[in-house]
């Protein structure tokens, strides 16, 4: 398999924030990574990145970001909108806020077909994709409101795939919905690999869907990736103080009647930072280092940690 994304080292704020700090990551053709962590720890952020539409205050400061070998962070916003929306497809937070209510689904996913083909076949081609997404010839010619949750979800899906991207960024799309309409979705995307030839990175607060959805996952925690590796490896075995919260809190670790352990303390804010590891003022291990320098990435096995706990800091 070859790599479809590579971030190296990127740095994402400006003069007075740092939203994030030190993102490396890679993705391979066919792979499905997921993002994961506490809300407002920047995995918004982190997919608007990639697609260089980031909010007006903010910038990628420093590092660089190659898709398909091409490095997008010099590119000009006119060359990004031949591969925004085209070769990289975008599922956002929110899919009420991104369909309009004046249209049909039909007319909003033909809207978005790159190339200049006949209306006709434009329509054909829209309901192939809709069937695909396991929606009906019928919601052609339907509009938003007539959808529930998870339909409007697969239509989000099937706008985001009209002109087959190699990779597809998916920003909490089941977040909203019922755990089985939820997972209804979380099947389809795993099918959509195999017949779209897809990459996807996918965004979601919860690490046990990620383990059953995605091949690796990212852990972030304010700002910067914590842990990388195998699904499976992070969740059975998961290295970082954080990780090992995030994993020990999950309700399905618990018996009928026990009480559920949270992690104690706050997410700081991005505006008071704390000088070392962002995790340090929770972490019940933490050193003097810890609190003066961000861990570097630590390699063990196939996975890559921030804790200054691995290698041979601790006693500095
Ligand atoms: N334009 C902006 N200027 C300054 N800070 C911002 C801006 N946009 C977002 N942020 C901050 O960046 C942080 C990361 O935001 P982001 O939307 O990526 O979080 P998230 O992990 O996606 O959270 P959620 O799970 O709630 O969607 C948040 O603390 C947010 O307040
Ligand atoms: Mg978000």
């Known amino acids: 398999m070859g790599k479809i994304l590579e971030i190296k080292n990127v740095v994402v704020g400006n003069e ?3 939203i994030l700090r030190d993102i ?9 990574i997921s993002i994961v962590g506490e809300s407002g720890c920047g995995k918004s952020i982190t997919l608007r990145t990639i697609i260089k539409l ?4 903010l910038n990628i400061l420093s590092g660089k970001i190659f898709f398909e070998g091409l490095e997008i962070t010099k590119l000009k916003e006119k060359e990004m909108q031949n591969i925004r929306g085209k070769k990289i497809g975008m599922i956002f937070q929110e899919p009420s806020s991104f369909l309009n209510p004046l249209f049909t689904i039909g007319n909003q996913i033909e809207e ?11 329509k054909e081609r829209v309901i192939k994709i809709l069937e695909e997404m396991g929606l009906s010839y019928n919601v052609y010619y339907q509009y ?30 089941t977040t909203a919905l019922d755990v089985t309409t939820a997972f209804g979705i979380i099947s389809l995307l795993k099918n959509l690999i195999l017949i779209h030839n897809l990459s996807i990175i996918f965004v979601t607060h919860d690490i046990s869907l990620a383990k059953y959805l995605s091949d690796r996952i990212f852990v972030m925690y304010a700002g910067i990736i914590v842990e990388k590796g195998p699904s499976i490896e992070v969740y059975n075995s998961p290295l970082h103080p954080y990780t090992q919260k995030l994993i020990n809190c999950l309700p399905e670790k618990y018996n009928k009647g026990e009480k559920i352990k949270t992690i104690e303390g706050e997410v700081p804010s991005f505006k008071n930072l704390p000088l070392g590891c962002p995790f340090s003022p929770r972490c019940e291990i933490k050193n003097k280092i810890c ?9 063990i096995g196939n996975r ?5 706990k691995y290698g041979n800091f601790m006693e500095s």
């Open 24 to 32: 490396s990551f890679e993705v391979e053709e066919r792979e499905i």
């Open 144 to 173: 938003p409101h007539q959808l529930s949750g998870g339909m409007q979800q697969r239509a989000m899906i099937a706008m985001a795939l009209i002109n087959n991207p190699v990779l597809l960024l998916a920003d909490e799309p």
């Open 112 to 122: 978005g077909i790159n190339e200049k083909v006949e209306k006709d076949k434009k």
């Open 54 to 57: 980031l909010p007006q205050n």
């Open 291 to 299: 609190e003066k320098r961000i861990p570097p990435e630590i390699k």
């Open 16 to 18: 007075e924030i740092k």
């Open 304 to 308: 890559i940690v921030r804790c200054f």
